[in-house]
């Protein structure tokens, strides 16, 4: 490039902009010394650095674009659980639910075949399940789901309504998503 045989003695000159004429060089540096060659050169250096990093990493609007997929896919598998539960279906839950599920509900650790055997011994008390709005995170082959839900249920007559929090945490196994991890405890009325 020629920046190791400029005069150590040379000394940084900008050019006026009434020196420009039809140059176009108003402003810019024509002369460097060594020790600001050398910055210059290492400061294109980290520019072409950046930008080759840069562009391995996937844009935001390329991130939404999967996350947009991804969270879909997950909210709908969080309606067929809701849907499943209500209905007492342990053949749609146990499709959804990875065979080492860690639930964790009322502080009790739950596996995936004490959730079913308690769903399948429940009988049809619960009449709805009611997804409210929920959040969708992904990282990678993993997803994390933090909503609320509400139970609305006939118990000795009497209908009830309950609402619950939860976090669930999903993972994407063998071409498809599972549950691995949720917990859930109910919101108390303000």
Known sequence: ????????????????????????????????????????????????????ALSLVPSAAAQEGNDGGTAAAIRALE?????????????????????????????KLVTKGEYLLRVKEAGPQISQIVMEPMIVRSFGTTAIVCGTYREKEVKGGKPAVKRWRFVDTWVYKKGGWVLVAAAAAPVTPE
């Open 1 to 52: 490039m020629g920046l190791n045989f400029i005069h150590r003695d040379a000394h940084l000159r900008v050019r006026p902009p009434s020196e420009a004429g039809q140059s176009g060089f108003a402003g810019r540096v024509i002369f460097w010394n060594g020790k600001q060659a050398f910055m210059r050169a290492t400061g294109w250096l980290r520019m072409v650095v950046c930008a080759l």
């Open 79 to 107: 309606h067929q659980w809701a849907d499943g539960q209500s209905r007492n279906d342990n053949r749609v839950l146990d499709l959804i639910f990875d065979n080492s599920l860690v639930y964790v509900e009322y502080g």
